[in-house]
């Protein structure tokens, strides 16, 4: 976290952390298919675009807005929007699809993800636009 605030942009370094055990995860990786594991990916290495075009203020007016529900909301539908735009939106909606309709997580878990993340038939909705454009 602090290489973001404390480097230069071409200095920053980030790590996508995947937790592999059982009793910590809400969705273990192997358990996902392919395609939805790089929609996962593509969303988390969008946030590494997303940081690298930001100046010291922007990344912590973006720590901040994460502070709140209503700022993450907005924080994680942006990434899920650009991923979809890259051209990973079947991949982003592969993946959105497995957690609330497929997975083991818990209802507590599905309705964080409804709540903070773009579901499904929004995920379809940009798809269907950006190709359409």
């Known amino acids: 976290m602090l290489s973001l605030l404390f480097r230069r942009r071409n200095k920053r370094k980030y790590v996508i952390r995947v937790n592999a055990r059982e009793q910590d995860s809400l969705v273990l990786l192997p358990d996902v298919p392919f395609n939805a594991q790089i929609g996962l990916f593509g969303h988390e290495l969008m946030h590494f675009s997303d940081y690298q075009e930001r100046s010291f203020f922007g990344v912590v007016g973006r720590l901040f807005s994460y502070a709140t529900l209503k700022g993450k909301e907005r924080f ?21 699809y497995y957690v609330l309709n497929t997975s083991n997580a818990t209802e507590k878990y599905k309705r964080y993800k409804r709540a903070v993340y773009l579901e499904p038939k929004e995920i379809m909705t940009l798809i269907t636009s950006f190709r359409n454009n």
Request: negative net charge; proline residues 0%.
């Open 76 to 96: 994680e539908k942006e990434i899920d929007t650009r991923t979809t735009q890259i051209g990973l939106g079947w991949q982003l909606y592969d993946w959105s």
